[in-house]
């Protein structure tokens, strides 16, 4: 798992879903291509504490009630679940320097597949995380995390999450998902490509379309903001590469704008 400890961000209530899906019965999974497919499910929620979010999807399900004795988890149950995660896994760390309804969680994460065993399930992901903060016109991510993980949950007249096992970082990582994802969503996860060829994450791309949707205003691409929650502060600044890494390679930040929040 990477996270960023540096910016984190929050959800908290109205949720935002995009679904594509390409879905072929594998395993216990309602979210399953099959293996010699790189194609698996792709899920978004967000929320603001003011609730305030739209929602839109494109989805094509072969959903079933959780009632059944099926691991399939219907398009609602899944964006709600990811509403869920956000708000387990990220704090609104700047709620009370912005106001807590410019503070925002998303999660989103590619499926790979649920098992179940009676009311107990484990969807198989790759996960990403973020906390944004709505501040003069722009949303600015603040943190958040991303990587493969186990996200837990209870089946019952709504899909309840327990908790979220996230993958080992560093060495052990690839041993870890291994061990730790059924040989069908491993192959799936290890022909995912969780990021362009650019270096850009897919998931974070897909997400910052959502947010957009749910804040109402553009992500911040280029400057970066940081606030100083004790001292009610904000700096927000630019930051310049040059040269060559390895070499001459230089990391440099501008502040083009800071003041009192």
């Avoid at 925002?104 to 009311?119: C, L, P, Q, S």
């Avoid at 205003?217 to 390895?246: C, H």
């Amino acid at each position: 798992m990477v996270k960023n400890t540096a910016f984190r961000r929050i959800l908290t209530f109205s949720a935002v879903a995009v679904m594509t899906l390409s879905l072929v019965a594998c395993g216990g999974g309602n979210n399953a291509a099959a293996p010699s497919s790189k194609a698996a499910t792709s899920v978004a929620a967000g929320s603001s504490a003011a609730a305030s979010s739209a929602a839109s999807s494109a989805v094509s399900s072969a959903a079933s009630s959780a009632a059944s004795n099926t691991a399939e988890l219907s398009a609602d149950q899944i964006k709600d679940l990811m509403k869920q995660v956000a708000e387990a896994e990220l704090e609104q760390q700047y709620k009370d320097a912005v106001k807590a309804e410019n503070d925002y969680r998303f999660a989103n994460a590619e499926v790979f597949g649920i098992d179940r065993t009676g009311n107990s399930g484990k969807m198989y992901v790759y996960l990403n995380t973020g906390e944004y903060v709505n501040f003069k016109g722009k949303a600015y991510f603040m943190s958040g995390g991303s990587g493969e993980a186990i996200i837990n949950i209870e089946y019952g007249d709504k899909i309840k999450l327990n908790k979220v096992d996230w993958s080992d970082s560093g060495a052990g990582h690839d041993k870890w998902v291994k061990n730790n994802f059924p040989k069908a969503y491993y192959e799936k996860c290890q022909e995912y490509k969780s990021h362009d060829d650019n270096g850009k994450s897919n998931l974070a791309k897909a997400m910052e379309a959502e947010v957009e949707k749910a804040i109402g205003v553009p992500v911040e691409q280029s400057n970066l903001l940081t606030i100083d929650r004790d001292a009610k502060t904000y700096e927000i600044v630019q930051t310049k590469e040059s040269g060559t890494p390895g070499k001459d390679y230089k990391f440099e930040t501008i502040t083009i704008d800071k003041g009192k929040l």
